[in-house]
């Protein structure tokens, strides 16, 4: 690839956002690529990485704040740099499809116009839909005529933002088969092709290249070459090795975001909001009851601000069953007490998706670790696993939970309500300082969960407020 042409350079991105709270986070950083002639590059990431911020950089739709975007000279001189195909179609509704093809053309005679746009109706197959509108057209041919018109210019790149994925799943697999032809045509005049997409099978069928992108900030995790002719045939071994490569980069994604869920790395602006909410929480609290201390983990929490040192951040709760976690840890105890995530699925029977919230609840409470895929049990979690004593495991368990700040506080200010109870919008209201970001009624029902197993609050629904049991 090295003596191939570079057609696009990304040297030194970054993309800094403003939070609705007010304050910037940095979406990407050092992004660091090149876009060889000829190539078709695919872009998967965890949601929220950054993969569109980065495509609509490359496109010129927005400016990064730091770092370059540069082109080749195009070849001919007056070839379009660049055309983007939008996930929603972006179609006008009021032209026909030829009108809305003729949109992106360039300056062209009448006559050679009507030619181009014939080619590529032809092509994309939309031959007698050329004066229909748009809403007569069912969703996989609106977006074949988005990809007709993003073509018609002949641009240099096209950058496709999941592209299919508003398509039902037949639909965007015909498609895709339609854009892998297109693309094998020699006459080809497009040289390289971007592709943002959540789906494996969409990189693995069409790209060159994957590049996957690690989030918080989106920096460029890993680049996964495929040299497989196309079609490509997903039962041959070697198609299955690259889908492995990029289901384990995933699975190692999934668990540094758990991982970094649980670390707070402060801004300046991040500790001041931080001080801020707590702040917030304390005085509130004074409200809520005057003799009410300030629980111990965020006491630590709010002496350890100065900007550059790293704290731990307020650990919301993993919306999962505990009977889950205790069998996960029990699992391990009896087994080698470290192993791969994979390995931990296949012997627990369930997917993936099953077991990530257990293992991410296991972890905040302190039973595992995971580095890189690996789960290992920790000593509290090797205790615990070997307690057979019903009611002392429930005491670790307890224990475990009041660890964490939200339950703490929680359970806190319903001990100091004694016998009336908490009210359910006093404890949402705490939660919703504490986590700011989180769904707060998803963090509220963990809590009642959590709370009712360890036995530690109890909730009346009649009443909407929170007891301690007897
Ligand atoms: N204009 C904006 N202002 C503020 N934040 C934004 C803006 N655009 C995107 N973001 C935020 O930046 C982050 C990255 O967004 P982006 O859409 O680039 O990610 P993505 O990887 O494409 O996500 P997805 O796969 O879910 O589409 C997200 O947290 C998103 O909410």
């Not at 971007?194 to 996957?212: C, G, P, S, Y």
């Not at 595992?368 to 290992?376: A, S």
């Not at 209201?429 to 197993?453: A, G, N, S």
């Amino acid at each position: 690839m090295s003596k191939k042409k570079i057609i696009l350079s990304v040297r030194s991105l970054c993309k800094d956002y403003r939070r609705p709270s007010g304050n910037m986070f940095t979406v990407l950083e050092g992004i660091h690529l090149d876009i060889y002639d000829g190539e078709f590059l695919a872009l998967v990431g965890l949601s929220g990485s950054g993969k569109s911020t980065l495509l609509r950089c490359m496109a010129g739709l927005i400016n990064p704040d730091r770092g370059t975007v540069s082109y080749a000279t195009p070849s001919p001189e007056n070839m379009q740099l660049s055309a983007f195909v939008f996930q929603n179609f972006a179609l006008f509704p009021w032209m026909s499809i030829r009108e809305n093809i003729a949109v992106s053309m360039p300056k062209l005679t009448r006559q050679e116009q009507d030619i181009r746009i014939d080619r590529i109706i032809q092509m994309v197959g939309l031959k007698g839909f050329e004066d229909a509108f748009p809403r007569e057209l069912s969703g996989g041919m609106r977006q074949r005529v988005s990809l007709a018109r993003a073509m018609v210019s002949d641009p240099m790149i096209m950058f496709m933002d999941e592209p299919f994925s508003a398509l039902d799943p037949l639909t965007s697999e015909s498609l895709r088969a339609e854009l892998v032809r297109l693309w094998a045509q020699p006459d080809r005049k497009i040289r390289s092709c971007v592709l943002v997409t959540h789906r494996f099978e969409e990189a693995l069928q069409l790209a060159d290249r994957i590049l996957i992108l690690s989030s918080n900030p989106g920096t460029i995790f890993r680049s996964i070459e495929i040299n497989l002719p196309r079609p490509r045939m997903p039962n041959s071994p070697e198609y299955k090795e690259i889908e492995e490569q990029l289901e384990k980069a995933f699975g190692q994604l999934h668990l540094d975001k758990v991982t970094d869920e649980n670390e707070f790395e402060n801004t300046t602006t991040d500790v001041q909001s931080r001080q801020k909410q707590i702040d917030n929480l304390n005085k509130n609290r004074m409200v809520i009851s005057t003799h009410d201390k300030v629980s111990e983990p965020e006491n630590k929490l709010t002496k350890n601000n100065s900007p550059t040192s790293k704290q731990r951040r307020i650990k919301p709760l993993i919306n999962t069953n505990l009977t889950l976690v205790e069998g996960l840890v029990s699992r391990l105890s009896t087994e080698v007490e470290t192993t791969d995530l994979y390995d931990l699925c296949e012997d627990m029977g369930q997917s993936v998706d099953q077991v990530l919230p257990a293992v991410a609840a296991a972890e905040t409470l302190g039973f595992i670790i995971t580095p890189g895929i690996r789960v290992v049990l920790t000593d509290e979690g090797r205790l615990f696993a070997s307690e057979h004593d019903a009611e002392v495991r429930g005491k670790m368990m307890r224990n475990a939970i009041l660890k964490l700040p939200v339950v703490y506080s929680i359970y806190e200010l319903v001990k100091n309500s004694g016998e009336s109870g908490l009210e359910a919008d006093i404890a949402i209201e705490q939660i919703v300082m504490m986590l700011p970001f989180e769904d707060h009624d998803v963090q509220f029902q963990t809590l009642l969960k959590w709370c009712r197993y360890a036995n530690l609050i109890v909730y009346d629904s009649d009443e909407e407020k929170l007891f301690i049991p007897d």
